[in-house]
């Protein structure tokens, strides 16, 4: 084990808003720990009025890095230095590296979304029918690397069209270098996604509908679930509550289910990748995270 840097603690975080229902901090501070790290995690609330500052102040206090969410995973780009390969065909970062004083954004959201589904789920990715609920830098991230991944048809929904109509027009780029046969655009809560829901393989909800504290909320009603396959399978990109109200009517409905909580540890692993330049203890990471949700009433919800 490493014993640390020596000289001071290495500063980290997260910059989103809101940011309370973070775990980011729990995993990373409890990976430290158990490392024997001198590294610190912290939750930086940052509105987007402040987000220059908040960039600025990487810089300024020498931190490490940061990781980056809602909503600043797109509208942070142009405070960068650079991006890496994946965060520019994307278009969103998710982590920024300090490297010396150049800021380099990465987006590790994609991987760790399909890391996490390979481990939980048998079903293959490589020629299925996926439909992604939202329209943000999250759904980008995922999106872009299941077109990589050999996805055979990808469809997109957002409560504002405009915003699915601009992700397909972006995924339309990546479908050169993949076989996905099909990107197209249903609106939502239409007997066109009624439709689409039938045919698909993969239901991922990319939006952060369900999270607490509006964990009783849901992206889509029964109704629309009662389309899906029999064989279908829903995952949530919400890992806070884990067991999300979609995720709890799919269950009922005997569908098999993924919750949000892989992803946050996959991609976790992968940005201490790019920070450090070495594997992070995954498990450590999940079992600290796990043991601040509510899992009493997990039931048949996979992590």
Known sequence: ???????????????????????????????????????????????????????????????VGVNVTVPHKEKIIPLLDDLSLEARLIGAVNTVQRRENRLIGHNT???????????????????????ILGAGGAARGVATQLLLEGVGRLTVTNRTPERAGELAGCLRKVKEDSVCVEIRTVRWASEGLAQALGETDFLINATSVGMLPRGDETPLLRTYLEALPKTAVVADLVY?????????????????????LGMLVEQAVLAWEVWFGREAPGKVMQEAAAAHLDCGEAGSITP
């Open 1 to 63: 084990m490493p014993s640390g840097r020596g000289k001071g603690t290495g500063v980290l975080g997260i910059i989103g808003y809101p940011i309370e229902h973070s775990l980011s901090p729990v995993m990373h501070n409890a990976a430290f720990d158990y490392l024997g790290m001198e590294y610190r995690y912290l939750a930086f609330s940052v509105p987007p009025e402040a987000l220059a500052e908040a960039v600025a102040g990487i810089r300024g206090l020498g931190l």
């Open 109 to 131: 959201d994609g991987r760790g979304f399909v890391a996490s589904l390979r481990k939980r789920v048998k079903r293959p990715l490589r020629g299925s029918s996926v439909l």
């Open 240 to 260: 806070n509550p884990l067991r999300t109200r979609l995720l709890r009517e799919s269950a009922e409905m005997g569908l098999e289910v993924v919750s949000g």
